[in-house]
């Protein structure tokens, strides 16, 4: 069965006014099925989400840079 990680980026609100980012990994099989979804809070504490998000989308493309 054919598989592909995807990446996406998350918010998580620490306080009502400290976001942080957060990775959403997961693995897609060919049916269309997400398995094994796991998220991982990314250290630093943003004062806005878009903030927050901005980092998660950063780690997400430097993933994308490994081994480059």
């Given at each position: 069965m054919d598989e592909d990680f995807?990446?996406?980026s998350d918010v998580e609100a620490?306080?009502?006014d400290q976001f942080r980012a957060v990775?959403?990994?997961?693995?897609?099989?060919?049916?269309?099925d997400d398995n094994d979804?796991?998220?991982?809070?990314?250290?630093?504490?943003?004062p806005t989400a878009?903030?927050?998000?901005a980092a998660a989308?950063?780690?997400i493309?430097?993933?994308g840079q490994?081994?480059?």
């Open positions: 995807w990446a996406e620490v306080e009502p990775l959403v990994l997961g693995l897609r099989t060919r049916l269309g979804v796991i998220r991982i809070p990314l250290t630093g504490e943003h878009d903030e927050a998000r989308r950063a780690a493309a430097a993933m490994g081994g480059q």
